[in-house]
């Protein structure tokens, strides 16, 4: 893949994948084609900073986990995360965020995976 489009693949990904594994994404995506790029580039991330941000405002009422697919997960925080004095959604902040990034990790390698790219 020349520089161009390796550069505008860890630009799109920098603020959706935690650090550890970028350096990991950019090995793998220096030996993919061009074509895979703009895959890369144009899929849909959740945005970690956004998960953030609602885990902070509305995370007492499970939105946070409403947004990552975590419906059952939800429902239990709105219905009993008062139980635990506000230590679960205090604790789910962390752990929402660390989910949004794993899953942006998980469609990329989803991406090379599909293009055969090891």
């Known amino acids: 893949m020349i520089q161009e489009n390796i550069r505008a693949c860890m630009q ?10 970028l350096a990991m994404v950019k090995r793998k995506i220096e ?27 509305l995370g007492s009422l499970g939105v946070d986990r409403f947004i990552l697919g975590d419906v059952g997960l939800g429902v239990c925080k709105l219905l009993f995360g008062w139980l635990t004095l506000g230590i679960w959604p205090l604790a789910d902040i962390y752990f929402c965020y660390k989910k949004a990034q794993h899953r942006n990790l998980q469609r990329v390698m989803q991406i090379l995976a599909d293009h055969n790219i090891a």
């Open 12 to 21: 799109t990904l920098s603020s959706k994948l935690s650090s550890e594994t």
């Open 31 to 57: 030996n993919a084609d061009d074509k895979i790029a703009e895959e890369i580039i144009f899929a849909k991330y959740d945005e970690p900073w956004m998960i953030l941000i609602f885990s902070v405002l």
